[in-house]
């Protein structure tokens, strides 16, 4: 099995920064793309950002040129660099990994959930 603990959210001012950060560990060797989604309150789970095994990335629109995705496959953690931060960022931030790697277009599902880290910017 694989476990993912997110850290890293908190309370920050629109336009600051934030890096979430997701541990995994145990059967990390099954992983082969990350994701971090988001849930803001009301709203559906959503695609943040995704990365391959081998570092091809993808975003949603509304983070494209602001949010970073990248992974230490050293130290099995994934991240994500968060700059200009907007009210609407504000969301419960979940780290995800799945078996199946991501290829353009398609988003893998994923297997591995994390129990979230909570964003929230104010205006």
């Known amino acids: 099995q694989v476990q993912l603990v997110e850290s890293g959210g908190g309370l920050v001012q629109a336009g600051g920064s934030l890096r979430l950060s997701c541990a995994a560990s145990?059967?990390?060797?099954?992983?082969?793309?990350m994701s971090w989604y988001r849930q803001a309150r009301g709203n559906k789970r959503e695609l943040v950002a995704i990365?391959?095994?081998?570092?091809?990335?993808y975003y949603a629109n509304a983070v494209k040129g602001r949010f970073t995705i990248s992974r230490d496959r050293a130290k099995n953690t994934l991240y994500l660099q968060m700059n200009s931060l907007k009210p609407e960022d504000t969301a419960m931030y979940y780290c995800?990994?799945?078996?199946?790697?991501?290829?353009?277009?398609?988003?893998?599902?994923?297997?591995?959930w994390g129990k979230g880290t909570r964003v929230t910017v104010s205006s």
């Open positions: 995800a990994g799945g078996n199946s790697d991501y290829k353009s277009p398609v988003i893998p599902r994923m297997n591995y």
């Open positions: 145990g059967s990390t060797f099954s992983i082969n793309s």
């Open positions: 990365i391959s095994s081998g570092g091809s990335t």
